[in-house]
């Protein structure tokens, strides 16, 4: 069960790393969640587009990720408490352990203990003690995954109103000027008021979309290497968890306890990914958004705007992993192949020392 120990001792040092960053870099987090809620990048409703009922159903979708998140990190340690509890139970008559076991021999993961725990109700002490500290630590790697989750997850939604701000910007700006809607506009230039509207209202946009790049570049800035760290924990995670599950029995407190743990960090990683990819699609709709605006009749330097914002956006927008990968389904999808191929070599390597 050793690759079960080294499995959870780098998802420790993994959270260490996070709370670390989230002590160093709590300045630098609170300058994003500012730059992602100012009120100059705020836009007036017209018909479907409502982009304060937006957000705030956004948020309350982050707040029901975060929790569900919370509660499967925490029933990490609750999971592997009741498999220990089940096999004390099994392995004990009164307060004695059976033949030569102690409790150390049904403990999932090694901890130090300072206290004895030779009976069965000191080792039942011993496991929540184990508990608790591994909910403690879960309570931090949680705190900045649904840190990070939220900030690209805020980001996807801005950038989702700034693409719907785009597609609407004539029908703001004719309700902002009080023009009836109805009338046909051949040239904007016949219509000074509402093309110096129209021009302004684009810069709005544009400055809105380059303070999102500048957002996305200071999430990579302190998020990126500890992603890679994760991603790298991930793959030897998934890989020694397939392999203690393989190697007990279905009905066994141990595989349901690994089985949990398993799905605990798949859902953390998957998380990591699919709000990450959920961004690069959102920025990628920006083009799509300029180019279904009422342009016909827009002015040239209007014109000119539009093009060069869209051949900006041309380059793919994406959070990468360490500065190698993207942060995308692609990758979660690469890593459990990874998992895999290195869970086969595992049970190769076991089956050879059997034989031998």
């Known amino acids: 069960m050793a690759l079960s120990q080294i499995g959870m001792m780098f998802t420790h040092l993994v959270g260490l790393g996070k709370l670390w960053i989230l002590i160093v870099k709590r300045e630098q987090i609170d300058d994003i969640k500012k730059k992602l809620q100012l009120k100059q990048f705020q836009y007036t409703p017209l018909g479907d587009f409502q982009p304060g009922l937006r957000m705030r159903r956004e948020k309350l979708f982050s707040v029901f990720i975060a929790t569900f998140m919370f509660c499967l990190y925490t029933f990490v340690g609750v999971?592997?408490?009741i498999s220990a509890v089940l096999m004390v139970r099994?392995?004990?008559?009164?307060?004695?352990?059976v033949g030569n076991t102690s409790c150390q021999s049904f403990t999932p993961y090694t901890y130090w203990y300072p206290f004895d725990d030779s009976t069965a109700t000191h080792c039942y002490y011993s496991l929540i003690y184990m508990d608790i500290s591994l909910d403690i630590f879960a309570f931090y790697i949680a705190t900045l995954d649904m840190v990070f989750v939220?900030?690209?997850?805020?980001?996807?939604?801005?950038l989702n109103i700034l693409g719907e701000?785009?597609?609407?910007?004539?029908?703001r700006c004719v309700q902002k000027l009080k023009i009836e809607s109805n009338i046909h506009v051949l040239h904007d230039v016949n219509y000074p008021k509402l093309e110096v509207e129209m021009y302004n209202e684009f810069k709005k946009c544009t400055k809105h979309l380059y303070s999102l790049l500048?957002?996305?570049?200071?999430?990579?800035?302190?998020?990126?290497?500890?992603?890679?760290i994760q991603t790298l924990a991930s793959l030897l995670i998934f890989a020694s968890c397939l392999f203690v599950a393989a190697r007990v029995p279905l009905n066994s407190p141990n595989f349901f306890s690994q089985l949990e743990y398993f799905l605990a960090v798949l859902a953390q990683f998957s998380v990591y990914c699919w709000f990450g990819n959920q961004m690069t699609m959102a920025g990628a709709s920006i083009p799509s958004a300029i180019y279904n605006s009422d342009w016909f009749s827009s002015s040239l330097r209007f014109k000119?705007?539009?093009i060069f914002t869209m051949m900006r956006m041309q380059r793919p927008l994406f959070v990468s992993i360490g500065k190698f990968t993207p942060l995308s389904l692609t990758t979660l999808l690469a890593v459990l192949k990874?998992?895999?191929?290195?869970?086969?070599?595992?049970?190769?390597?076991?089956?050879?020392?059997?034989?031998?």
């Open 150 to 158: 939220t900030l690209l997850h805020v980001l996807r939604t801005q």
């Open 90 to 97: 099994k392995n004990t008559v009164g307060e004695a352990f």
């Open 165 to 171: 701000a785009l597609t609407t910007i004539r029908g």
């Open 79 to 81: 999971s592997a408490h």
């Open 338 to 356: 990874g998992s895999f191929s290195y869970f086969t070599v595992f049970q190769s390597a076991d089956n050879v020392e059997l034989t031998e």
């Open 214 to 228: 500048d957002v996305r570049n200071d999430i990579e800035d302190i998020f990126s290497f500890i992603m890679l």
């Open 304 to 306: 000119k705007m539009m």
